[in-house]
Structures are given as structure tokens and as C-alpha cells.
């Protein structure tokens, strides 16, 4: 169960306003809101603060039945900031029972100043190399990288560029593409062999093709398709065309989400998917998205014994009580240890 930016500081209750009153998520971006708003607080917090905002986020999302989650950084920008938000990352690893991939995602916007073709090239020749060597020094785990590949962002060659960097460097691929405008994001990543995309509201038919050809998981994100009023994205198509779908709660300031029942109730509504559907893609198809699949996202003989334990006399009762997952769950179950009780164990049953 995976995919958010949880390191941050300063909320957008306001934007969220300005969004329920009718302004779209780029408007807010352009006006320097949205990702920028959320870098110059984050800039201006330290490590400790933000660890101290990021562990109760962690431990919601555990409460919430998530036992592995991919953790994006993204609101530094420049190489000082992405490597402190990773940092955070490492130093909650062992304070979270739940296990945390870190996506470096330094191409998340343009910071003010500079052009999107500079902030590719100090991506790529400053931040990229920077989050190499603390890999290699042993200070810390990045499995994967990001780009917000969108039309007032990083362009589809912009983000090529620094997606090659990437994997020259040894990451998987894992980014934003075609959320907001049908880009080609989709069919350029899978023509580097992206083992993930989110998003993909905006998909063609082309890149579906092209995702199920080159084996890349669509991580798709209800929570922020809601929020955002978007068009769905074409779930039916890519899980016929044989493309696996993966779900993600994408909490950011934008879409102020921890818990993923929630998440597989938008994804069965709203973009059709079943039940055991939306149970493959937040389980299997979201740990394959990771490329831990061998270890995670199933019960299987030789795999970590992540589990839940439901109150209910059938599974569906977690997606089914919309918002009542708290109460349905009554104990989550990490690599075989408990690590989370329902508190009040005398209540009644969750279970109407
Ligand atoms: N779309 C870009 N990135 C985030 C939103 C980040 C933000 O608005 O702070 C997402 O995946 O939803």
C-alpha cells in the first residue's frame, strides 16, 4: 500500500478552499501556491520538525491497515533541502513499524528563479549525484526516482533527461505522468522501461499500449482525481489492455489522505475497479510497483507476514464501511509482529 510525500511542513487549508471555490490545481501553482507554498515551509523547518510532523503520519497510515509505503521527497528542490527530506525518511525507519521506499523526487517543481531547463540540469548534475553518493556512503536507502512530468513543469524531454540520469545511476523509474494533459509522458517512460507511473488521468491509448508492453505498473491515485474534480483515470482499459494497476493514497497538502480503505472505496466508485481488484492493486500490483513483490503484497511461504486481522465476516467490510476502517481493523500485523490493537477491545463489534 503505497505512494505519498509525507515529509512536509505548513498546510494548504487555505488552497483547498480557493479549489472548492473553483480555482484549478494549476492556477494555484502559477500563483506560486501549491508545491512552491509547500517548499518554502518545508525549506524553512528543520530536521527535527519535520520528523516530529512526519511519525504521526506514519503511524495513522499503520492504524490504517499500510504496512509498506513509497515515500517521495520533493518539497526541497535544491540539493541542501531533497537530502534533508530524505534524511527525515531514514531516521523514521526505525521508529515506524511499517516499511518505508524513499523516491528522491528533486524534480517535484521549478523553484522560483530558475528556468524548468535549469532545474533539470542541477537535477541532473547536482541532486541526482548528491543522492548517489549517500547510497553508496551507506547513510541512507533510495530505491526509486521522480519527475512531475506536466505542462508547466518539467516537459517530456526534460523529464526523459533526468529519468535516464536516474537510471544510469542505478533507480528504478517511478513518476508523474499525464495527470493534468495528455503529454506522452506514459509512452516516453515506457520507452525507458519505467517500472512505475502514477496518475495517468490523461493516458492514451498509446501509452496504455506502450505500459503494457514494457511491463510498467499504473499507480493510480483516487484521492487526488476526487479533490481535484479530474476526469477518472481509464482504469477498465488499462487493466483489460493487461497493464497491472497499483493504488496509492498520494497524501501531500494537497489531498490530505493516510488511509488507503478509504483509497480502495474511491477506486471501486469512482473508477470501477471490484473489490478484489482494488484489494490486488493496493497489496500485489502497489508492492510489484516497487519491485517488492518477492517479499511483499501477499501471504505466501518465504514472504514477510504482513497481515491484518478484521472484525467482519467478510474482507469487503474494510472497503464497504466507508471511513470505518479504523474500527473494522483490529490488529495490523508487521513482518509477524503486532504492531497495532484496536483500542477498547471491549467495544462491540464493528460488524453491524
Ligand atoms: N502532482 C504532483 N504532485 C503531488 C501533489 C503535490 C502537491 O500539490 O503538493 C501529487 O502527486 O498529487
Wanted: aromatic letters at 4%; proline letters at 6%.
Amino acid at each position: 500500500m503505497l505512494t505519498l510525500i509525507p515529509v512536509w511542513a505548513g498546510d494548504r487549508v487555505h488552497e483547498f478552499a480557493m479549489k472548492l471555490a473553483g480555482a484549478t490545481y494549476m492556477e494555484v501553482h502559477k500563483a506560486g501556491g501549491g508545491i512552491n507554498f509547500t517548499v518554502t515551509h518545508t525549506r524553512g523547518a528543520t530536521e527535527d520538525q519535520l520528523l516530529h510532523l512526519l511519525l504521526p503520519r506514519l503511524h495513522r497510515m499503520v492504524r490504517a491497515g499500510t504496512t509498506m509505503a513509497e515515500c517521495k521527497s520533493g518539497y526541497g528542490l535544491d540539493v541542501e533541502n531533497e537530502m534533508k527530506m530524505l534524511r527525515v525518511l531514514e531516521r523514521a525507519r526505525p521508529l515506524a513499524p511499517l516499511t518505508i521506499s524513499s523516491t528522491f523526487c528533486g524534480a517535484h517543481s521549478v523553484p522560483k528563479g530558475l528556468t524548468a531547463e535549469e532545474a533539470t540540469r542541477l537535477v541532473v548534475e547536482e541532486q541526482l549525484p548528491a543522492v548517489k553518493a549517500a547510497v553508496e556512503a551507506g547513510k541512507m536507502s533510495v530505491d526509486a526516482v521522480d519527475v512531475f512530468c506536466e505542462r508547466g513543469v518539467f516537459s517530456v524531454e526534460q523529464s526523459r533527461a533526468i529519468l535516464q540520469a536516474g537510471r544510469r545511476l542505478g533507480f528504478l523509474l517511478n513518476f508523474h505522468a499525464d495527470e493534468l494533459n495528455p503529454l506522452g509522458g506514459a509512452e516516453m517512460g515506457a520507452s525507458l522501461g519505467a517500472e512505475a507511473m502514477s496518475h495517468l488521468e490523461e493516458v492514451s491509448k498509446e501509452g496504455i499500449a506502450a505500459m503494457a508492453e514494457a511491463g510498467t505498473v499504473a499507480v493510480l491515485l483516487p484521492t487526488t482525481a476526487y479533490i481535484l474534480r479530474l476526469p477518472t483515470p481509464p482504469a477498465r482499459d488499462m487493466i483489460e489492455a493487461g497493464v497491472p494497476v497499483a493504488l496509492g493514497s498520494d497524501f501531500n497538502p494537497n489531498a490530505f489522505c493516510l488511509s488507503m480503505p478509504l483509497v480502495m472505496h474511491l477506486a471501486c466508485v469512482t473508477f470501477k475497479l471490484t473489490l478484489n481488484e482494488a484489494l490486488t492493486a493496493a497489496t500485489l500490483h502497489a508492492a510489484h510497483a516497487l519491485r517488492k513483490a518477492d517479499t511483499h503484497g501477499s501471504l505466501q511461504p518465504g514472504k514477510m507476514g504482513d497481515m491484518l486481522v478484521l472484525d467482519a465476516p467478510r474482507w469487503e467490510h474494510l472497503v464497504y464501511q466507508l471511513g470505518g476502517a479504523d474500527d473494522v481493523i483490529t490488529h495490523v500485523i508487521k513482518a509477524g509482529r503486532v504492531v497495532h490493537t484496536r483500542p477498547n477491545p471491549a467495544a462491540p463489534s464493528a460488524t453491524p
